[in-house]
């Protein structure tokens, strides 16, 4: 009879291409858990950190098993536990703190942050009535919360420290964005229109980058900053 349940490691060459591996390097790679990102949009934390302070595994395995280290102000010890993009990562005893993003070839990135910031934002992708006709949002993270006044699927919430929204975000003209996926990943600019999606075509936006172009792309692969 074959092994049954979801396997412990993932072979490097099969890794979803989010995952920063060699795919020659190592043969296997961490597989993350289940319940936050999905597969194609997060790693597990100790390949992140590999990759941010350039570690081998078995030191790194000690930090967080010993609780040395911390997604978004929380203290971690399971080493396949799945971070993504807006996650931040702090190490406990060097003070350091590094934010996930995603680079222009849709794979992960990281950058060095002098402290760990007040707030972090989340995009809404999910709106629906929980019992006693309460409205409730989903995030990109998983987490499913009350929902703000006028918050919508596509706009974006800021949460801060003590786990609840600062503010809402709107998907609007004006806005500052970041495409997190699409054939213009990685980008960041202006939203510069935006058109509603009917029965046959989902909704969209025309962008406008940092360099001047203007793009248009799916309101699903943008998340709104500011």
């Given at each position: ?126 709106k629906y009535k929980a019992k006693m006709n309460k409205i409730m949002i989903r995030l990109d ?25 600062a503010n809402v975000i709107k998907a609007k003209e004006g806005a500052k964005c970041i495409i997190i996926d699409g054939i213009h990943v990685g980008s ?39």
């Amino acid at each position: 009879m074959g092994i049954k349940g979801n396997s412990r490691q993932i072979k490097a060459l099969n890794a979803p291409s989010y995952f920063p591996t060699e795919r020659k390097g190592f043969k296997y790679v961490a597989k993350q858990n289940p319940g936050r990102f999905n597969l194609a949009r997060s790693v597990s934390l100790i390949v992140a950190l590999r990759k941010m302070l350039e570690e081998s595994n078995r030191p790194l395995r000690t930090l967080i098993k010993e609780g040395g280290v911390k997604v978004n102000g929380s203290v971690i010890r399971d080493i396949k536990y799945p971070v993504g993009i807006n996650d931040v990562i702090s190490i406990e005893k060097s003070k350091r703190h590094f934010a996930i993003g995603i680079n222009d070839r849709a794979k992960f990135s990281y950058s060095e942050l002098k402290e760990e910031p007040k707030e972090k934002i989340r995009k809404i992708v999910g709106k629906y009535k929980a019992k006693m006709n309460k409205i409730m949002i989903r995030l990109d993270d998983g987490t499913v919360i009350d929902a703000p006044k006028n918050a919508d699927v596509n706009d974006s919430i800021k949460i801060n420290n003590e786990k609840k929204v600062a503010n809402v975000i709107k998907a609007k003209e004006g806005a500052k964005c970041i495409i997190i996926d699409g054939i213009h990943v990685g980008s960041q600019g202006v939203i510069k229109s935006l058109q509603a999606g009917t029965s046959i075509k989902q909704a969209s936006a025309q962008v406008q980058g940092s360099d001047g172009a203007v793009f248009e792309t799916l309101l699903k692969n943008i998340m709104i900053v500011e």
